[in-house]
C-alpha cells in the first residue's frame, strides 16, 4: 500500500466518521418520524419526539455530533485480499485519532485502572475493528457509533430463567426481549431499537447482537420464525406504556432484530443490545484507490 | 408550554406538576459526578447554589475568539448522583435539577421537602440544547476537574425540558414503571396461550 493511498484511504474514513457523528441513516429518520405520528397531540411522547427530530436535522446541518457521547467505535471493514491488512486497521485507527481531534468523536477512552483518558480515543480494545479479506476488490466499510446509556442497559439470560418464568423454547426468547424492556425502561435514551440473539455463547451472543444493528429497520429477516418473532416482540413491547424517553406513549421501540447461532446442549444464552434512537451507522463502498463511491444507507 | 424564569423561587418551584413541558430561561449550574461527590464530601461551592439549577451535563465548550462557546450539551444519566443530590438539595437550597434518566426515592423525598423539582431533557438531543444556551458567563474548578465535570454557569433561553419529579411526592418515572410492569404481567401470561 503506497503512502499516497493510505493518506487518502485516512481521509475516507474521517469522512465516514464526520458522516456517521453527524447524520442518522435515512431508514432511522424514517422510523422517528412514522413514532411521532403514533403518538397523540400533545403528549409528552410527540414532545420528545419532536425534540428528537429537530436534533437530527440540526446536527445534520451544522455537522456536528448529534448526541455528545460519540459513544463506542465499532468498524466492520471488508477489504480485497491484495491489500494488507494489518496496515489498513492501522490507517483505521490514525483515522479516529484524527477524527477526534477534529471534534468528530468526543475523548471518550478511559483507561480501566487509571482512569486516565489520553484523548486519542485508541488503546486496548478501542475501537473495535472487524477486519476481513474478501474476494471482492473494492473495500467496504460500515461503522456504528454506539453511545454509553443504552449500552448499560443491554441484558443477557441464561434460560431456563425462574425470575420471568421463560423456558428454552421461543416463549421464554420472547419474556427475556419484554422484561430486557421493561428492565431498561427510558434510560436507554428510547425510543430504541434491540438487537438480539438466542444461543451462542455469552461473548459471541453480544458480538451478533450488534451484528444485527447493521441491519436496515424495514427489512425482513430471511428466516421466517424469527421474522414473526421481530414483528410480535416489536408489536407487544409498545404495549408496555413506557413510550419516548420513558415520558410514556405508544413507541417504546422502533424496532426489534433477532439472530439465532448454534449453542451448547447445555447453554441456552439470550443476549440483548440496545440501541437507543441515535442510532449512529453508515457505511461506504470505496474504491481500491481510497475513493467513496457509494453509501450504503 | 410553562415559561420557567429566573428568579426560581420556592413558589414558582412548588406550582410545578409532574408531566408539565417547561421552557426554562435564565442561569443554570453543569455538575456531574466530581462536583457532586466533592460538595457531598463537605467542600463549599465556589458560586451559591441557593434558589439555583443543577445540570447534569458534562459539555462540550470550544473557545473562540476568545469566548466561551458551548458546541454540545446533552443531559447525562442522573442516577449516579443518587447517593449526594438530596444532601446537596438541601444543604445548598438547589430548587431544580436538570438531567435524564430520572432519579431515585431519596431525591424524590427531598424535592418534596425542601421545595425543589427534577426536570428531564431529551437524552442525546446534544444540540437543540446547546442552541438554548446563549452564553457561558463563567467556569469553576476546570483545572481541578477538567472540562467535562467543571461548574459551568450558563445562560439559557427556552431551555426544553419535561417535569418528572415534582414537589409534592410525585414522579414520573415511579408511574411509568408501575403501569408498564402490570402491562408486562398481562403480556407475560398470554405468551404461549394462543
Redesign the interface.
Known amino acids: 500500500m503506497t503512502s499516497s493511498l493510505q493518506k487518502k484511504l485516512q481521509e475516507t474514513f474521517i469522512e465516514i466518521i464526520r458522516k456517521t457523528s453527524a447524520e442518522l441513516p435515512q431508514d432511522v429518520v424514517d422510523a422517528v418520524v412514522e413514532g411521532l405520528e403514533r403518538e397523540a397531540k400533545e403528549s409528552r411522547g410527540e414532545y420528545a419526539l419532536k425534540i428528537i427530530q429537530k436534533n437530527i436535522e440540526l446536527a445534520k446541518k451544522k455537522s456536528q455530533p448529534l448526541c455528545q457521547d460519540t459513544g463506542s467505535i465499532l468498524f466492520y471493514v471488508h477489504y480485497p485480499r491484495k491489500l494488507d491488512g494489518e496496515l489498513l486497521g492501522k490507517v483505521v485507527k490514525k483515522a479516529v485519532v484524527a477524527a477526534t481531534k477534529k471534534g468528530y468523536l468526543r475523548q471518550n477512552s478511559v483507561d480501566s485502572l487509571t482512569g486516565q483518558n489520553n484523548g486519542t480515543n485508541v488503546g486496548p480494545g478501542t475501537p473495535t475493528l472487524h477486519i476481513e479479506p474478501w474476494k471482492k476488490d473494492h473495500i467496504e466499510v460500515k461503522l456504528m457509533l454506539k453511545g454509553g446509556g443504552c449500552e448499560n442497559v443491554g441484558a443477557q439470560y441464561s434460560l431456563p430463567d425462574s425470575r420471568i418464568g421463560a423456558g428454552r423454547d421461543l416463549n421464554g426468547v420472547k419474556k427475556c426481549i419484554l422484561d430486557a424492556v421493561q428492565q431498561a425502561q427510558g434510560k436507554g435514551c428510547g425510543p430504541g431499537v434491540l438487537g438480539v440473539t438466542i444461543g451462542g455463547d455469552r461473548a459471541t451472543g453480544y458480538l451478533a447482537t450488534k451484528e444485527q444493528f447493521l441491519r436496515k429497520m424495514k427489512d425482513k429477516n430471511p428466516n421466517p420464525v424469527l421474522a414473526k418473532l421481530e414483528d410480535e416482540c416489536l408489536n407487544e413491547a409498545n404495549q408496555l406504556g413506557i413510550g419516548p424517553m420513558g415520558f410514556g406513549g405508544k413507541t417504546t421501540l422502533m424496532g426489534v432484530k433477532v439472530g439465532a447461532l448454534n449453542r451448547l446442549p447445555a447453554s441456552y444464552f439470550v443476549s440483548v443490545s440496545y440501541m437507543c434512537w441515535a442510532y449512529r451507522r453508515q457505511g461506504a463502498k470505496v474504491s481500491a484507490r481510497g475513493e467513496i463511491q457509494k453509501w450504503l444507507y | 408550554m410553562i415559561q420557567l424564569s429566573a428568579p426560581f423561587t420556592e413558589e414558582k418551584i412548588r406550582s410545578l406538576k409532574v408531566?408539565d413541558?417547561v421552557e426554562i430561561t435564565g442561569l443554570v449550574f453543569t455538575g456531574r459526578d466530581a462536583i457532586h461527590k466533592w460538595l457531598h464530601d463537605g467542600n463549599e461551592p465556589p458560586v451559591s447554589l441557593k434558589d439555583g439549577i443543577i445540570y447534569h451535563c458534562?459539555?462540550?465548550v470550544?473557545k473562540k475568539k476568545g469566548q466561551w462557546v458551548v458546541?454540545?450539551?446533552?443531559p447525562t444519566?442522573s442516577?449516579r448522583e443518587e447517593p449526594y443530590q438530596a444532601g446537596i438539595i438541601e444543604k445548598h437550597g438547589v430548587r431544580a435539577v436538570i438531567g435524564?434518566?430520572?432519579m431515585g426515592e431519596k431525591t424524590r423525598l427531598a424535592c418534596q421537602k425542601f421545595g425543589c423539582v427534577y426536570l428531564?431533557a431529551?437524552?442525546?438531543?446534544?444540540?437543540?440544547l446547546a442552541?438554548a444556551i446563549k452564553k457561558v458567563r463563567d467556569v469553576h474548578l476546570l483545572e481541578k476537574f477538567g472540562s467535562p465535570e467543571a461548574i459551568w454557569e450558563l445562560e439559557v433561553e427556552a431551555f426544553?425540558v419535561?417535569v418528572?419529579i415534582d414537589a409534592h411526592g410525585n414522579s414520573?418515572?415511579k408511574d411509568?414503571?408501575a403501569?408498564?410492569?402490570q402491562?408486562?404481567a398481562q403480556?407475560?401470561a398470554q405468551?404461549?396461550k394462543k
Do not use: C, D, W, Y
Open positions: 408531566g413541558m458534562g459539555p462540550v470550544m458546541t454540545a450539551a446533552g444519566t442516577i435524564k434518566g430520572g428531564h431529551v437524552g442525546g438531543a446534544a444540540q437543540v442552541e426544553p419535561v418528572t414520573l418515572h411509568i414503571e403501569e408498564s410492569s402491562n408486562l403480556l407475560m405468551i404461549g
